[in-house]
T-cell receptor, first 117, second 113 residues
Framework: GAGVSQTPSNKVTEKGKYVELRCDPI?????LYWYRQSLGQGPEFLIY????????DSGLPNDRFFAVRPEGSVSTLKIQRTERGDSAVYLC???????????????FGEGSWLTVV | TQLLEQSPQFLSIQEGENLTVYCNSS?????LQWYRQEPGEGPVLLVT?????EVKKLKRLTFQFGDARKDSSLHITAAQTGDTGLYLC?????????????FGKGTLLTVNP
C-alpha cells in the first residue's frame, strides 16, 4: 500500500483479555518499529525489527507484551492479560533497510487506539 | 536516561502571529528530528538537523539546532490555521542505537482564525 496500515483503528477490550494489533508496513521497507503513545505524552519506543528478527525489544514494558514479524513484512503486537494502564495509541512505523534514521525517513501509521475497561 | 523537554506544552495564537517552540535535551543525540502530528494520525517528519548551529527552513518554518547539539527551536512565521497540531521533537540514538527515537511530550499548537 501507499502508507503504513494498522488495524484495528480502535479497540475496546475488557481488563484481562488478550489483544492483537496488526501492522502492514510500506512495501519494501525491512525496518519496522512499534511505539506507544499515552494521552499527553510523546511516543515511546517498544520494539524494532530488521527483517524477521526483533533487533531490540528493550522498550516492551513487561512479559505480557510480545511482537512477531514471521515473514519480514506484516507484524503483530500481542498483549496478554490487558490492564487499564495499557490504554494508549499503539503506533507502527517503517523505514527503508540498513540506513540510520539520521539520513532516513521513518513513516508512521495512524495508530491503533486501545482502550481497556 | 536521555530526556527531551519541550516548551511550552500548550500554545494558542491568532492567525498571522509568529511563534517559537523549544526542545531541550539532557544529553547529545546523533541528530534531532521535528514531527507534526494531527489528531487521529501518526507523526509526520518535518526535518532532521544534524550539525551544531544548523538552520533549516521549510517554507514558513525555521528550525535551529544549538551549537552544543542539545537544544533546538522551531519558529513559525505568520501562522495559519493549517499549522494547528502537536509538534514533537525526537532525538535519534547514536552508534548502534541509530534506529531509536526518543520523543519529547510535544507542544500542542492551536492557531485560531
Amino acid at each position: 500500500g501507499a502508507g503504513v496500515s494498522q488495524t484495528p483503528s480502535n479497540k475496546v477490550t475488557e481488563k484481562g483479555k488478550y489483544v492483537e494489533l496488526r501492522c502492514d508496513p510500506i512495501s519494501g521497507h525491512t525496518a519496522l518499529y512499534w511505539y506507544r503513545q499515552s494521552l499527553g505524552q510523546g511516543p515511546e519506543f517498544l520494539i524494532y525489527f530488521q527483517g524477521t528478527g526483533a533487533a531490540d525489544d528493550s522498550g516492551l514494558p513487561n512479559d505480557r507484551f510480545f511482537a512477531v514479524r514471521p515473514e519480514g513484512s506484516v507484524s503483530t503486537l500481542k498483549i496478554q492479560r490487558t490492564e487499564r494502564g495499557d490504554s494508549a495509541v499503539y503506533l507502527c512505523a517503517s523505514s527503508p533497510r540498513y540506513r540510520a534514521l539520521t539520513g532516513n525517513t521513518i513513516y508512521f501509521g495512524e495508530g491503533s487506539w486501545l482502550t481497556v475497561v | 536516561t536521555q530526556l527531551l523537554e519541550q516548551s511550552p506544552q500548550f500554545l494558542s495564537i491568532q492567525e498571522g502571529e509568529n511563534l517559537t517552540v523549544y526542545c531541550n535535551s539532557s544529553s547529545v543525540f546523533s541528530s534531532l528530528q521535528w514531527y507534526r502530528q494531527e489528531p487521529g494520525e501518526g507523526p509526520v517528519l518535518l526535518v532532521t538537523v544534524v550539525t551544531g548551529g544548523e538552520v533549516k527552513k521549510l517554507k514558513r518554518l525555521t528550525f535551529q539546532f544549538g551549537d552544543a547539539r542539545k537544544d533546538s527551536s522551531l519558529h513559525i512565521t505568520a501562522a495559519q490555521t493549517g499549522d494547528t497540531g502537536l509538534y514533537l521533537c525526537a532525538g535519534v540514538g547514536s552508534g548502534g542505537s541509530n534506529y531509536k527515537l526518543t520523543f519529547g511530550k510535544g507542544t500542542l499548537l492551536t492557531v485560531n482564525p
